[in-house]
């Protein structure tokens, strides 16, 4: 599912982990860390683990801050993130071209997945050497800019789906093709709703983009309330009800 460099970084890092280690060593994976991590975390701070469903509540946004940390004041963000998969370079030519011809008024942010290739990387930033582009290699606090973006271009993968969701942000999908058909089915549910638009990077031409760049911009509506909980607290209760019948 993963490519072979990517699994065999993280064996090479957990080898030094473990040798660092006294025996006996346990691994746990899944709801084992769950359950064994919740204990402590409750007892602690008398909340539940909530893991990794969404940083963040709506009430938890810092949006000024985040401006100031981009240095952009008011300007308005346009964030991609595409990961290492697919026709990278070709989507960002696309994306730089339509950006170019915005006011000033706007920034783009392209964030590079740490696994890409690096010559790819090279010409992602001759594409993108621009006053107003903004080429970023991790951000530790991405939905916090995702909030802020009046639009983001991305994969379908379900952290970056949940935080779109979450924040009502408009968007543009490209689901990874080719792993899983797990994206793409879930852009495909996506669909009903007016503010995401979702394409697949191996049929879509720079035309019907543009159609739907310009559309997503135009719409005076900047955020998107999709009726979807998203309340960590609320999904915690479930998942915890849900173990308490079993």
């Not at 007892?43 to 981009?70: P, Q």
């Not at 994306?95 to 783009?108: A, R, T």
């Not at 007016?194 to 559309?215: D, L, P, R, T, Y």
């Amino acid at each position: 599912m993963y490519p072979k460099n990517e699994t065999d970084q993280s064996f090479t890092y957990l080898k030094k982990v473990v040798e660092s280690l006294d025996e006996p060593i346990c691994l746990l994976g899944g709801w084992a860390v769950y359950l064994t991590l919740n204990k402590k975390y409750q007892a602690e701070l008398k909340n539940e683990y909530l893991g990794l469903i969404t940083t963040k509540n709506k009430n938890e946004f810092d949006e000024s801050g985040t401006r100031h940390k981009l240095g952009i004041s008011t300007k308005k963000l346009i964030l991609v993130t595409l990961g290492r998969i697919g026709k990278i370079e070709y989507l960002v030519k696309m994306i730089v071209n339509e950006f170019s011809k915005l006011s000033d008024e706007y920034v783009l942010k392209i964030q590079i997945d740490p696994y890409l290739d690096k010559k790819m990387v090279l010409n992602i930033k001759k594409l993108a050497n621009k006053s107003n582009v903004i080429i970023s290699n991790f951000s530790p606090n991405l939905i916090e800019e995702i909030n802020i973006a009046n639009l983001v271009i991305a994969r379908g993968g379900y952290n970056i789906v949940s935080e779109i969701l979450l924040t009502g942000t408009k968007a543009i999908l490209f689901p990874e093709i080719g792993r899983t058909e797990e994206e793409v089915y879930r852009c495909e549910k996506l669909s009903k709703f007016k503010h995401i638009k979702c394409f697949n990077e191996n049929n879509v031409n720079e035309k019907q983009f543009v159609k739907a760049f310009k559309e997503l911009l135009s719409m005076k509506q900047s955020k998107f309330d999709t009726k979807i909980v998203f309340d960590n607290k609320t999904i915690a209760k479930k998942m915890l009800d849900i173990i308490g019948e079993k």
